[in-house]
């Protein structure tokens, strides 16, 4: 049973270009959770999806901000018009239940850098 | 608002030795999960040890085991026989019957040879 697989591991991005992370979680498991880490900080929660719907994205700025989890494939973490503050690490997190009752499988995160 | 603070913001330790690190959290909440993650150099986010509020009994996970104090609102992670591969930032997460984890802001662990 692969682990969470998220792509790319390294992605770099000019001021306003667009930025989609993507993240697919283990087999059987219906919720992902998208967390950002700015360096030397924990992890801050940004959204939680469960399959074709958004449960709660009071984590995720307005703007330029956008998330999925489709039917087929995986989610999406799509940054439109990227800015110096967005560079981070995003990580993915899917687990068979809601993560206050399961642990939660992380995949391996995506470090942007905006240039 | 729920918080976690880790007051460590750096350890480090002799190859061998037991190192405790420490995490408390703040939450009106009565049913909650408490966990210790690692992240290595590699950022893999790794579940090292999880804690039921409502099991009295300290979690344990081979080297690693928590002293829960609920009263308290304090969760150390106690590492035994600490290994190089220990070496890693260490967070302290809270989970309640919502869905976010809450994290602290990490311990930096260094196992020195």
């Known amino acids: 049973n692969a682990g969470v697989m998220q792509n790319p591991r390294h992605l770099v991005r000019r001021r306003g270009q667009e930025a989609r992370l993507r993240c697919s979680p283990m087999k059987g498991h219906s919720h992902v959770y998208w967390y950002r880490q700015l360096p030397e900080e924990g992890l801050k929660f940004m959204v939680y999806?469960?399959?074709?719907?958004?449960?709660?994205e009071s984590g995720m700025p307005k703007e330029r901000f956008s998330a999925e989890f489709p039917k087929e494939g995986p989610s999406i973490l799509r940054i439109q018009q990227v800015v110096r503050g967005d560079s981070a690490a995003y990580f993915c997190?899917?687990?068979?239940?809601?993560?206050?009752?399961?642990?939660?499988?992380f995949g391996q995160g995506t470090r942007l850098t905006v240039v | 608002a729920q918080t976690v603070t880790q007051s460590q913001p750096e350890m480090s330790v002799q190859e061998a030795e037991t190192v405790t690190l420490s995490c408390t959290y703040d939450?009106?909440?009565?049913?909650?999960?408490l966990f210790w993650y690692k992240q290595p150099p590699s950022r893999q986010m790794i579940l090292v040890i999880r804690q039921e509020a409502y099991k009295q009994q300290n979690a344990t996970e081979n080297r690693f085991s928590v002293n829960f104090q609920k009263a308290a609102k304090s969760f150390s992670l106690k590492i035994s026989d600490s290994q190089l591969g220990d070496t890693a930032m260490y967070f302290c997460?809270?989970?309640?019957?919502?869905?976010?984890?809450?994290w602290g802001a990490g311990t930096k662990l260094i196992i020195k040879p």
């Open positions: 939450t009106s909440e009565n049913n909650y999960y």
């Open positions: 997460a809270f989970g309640d019957s919502n869905y976010q984890l809450i």
């Open positions: 999806l469960q399959k074709e719907n958004i449960i709660d």
């Open positions: 997190a899917s687990s068979p239940q809601r993560v206050g009752y399961a642990e939660a499988f």
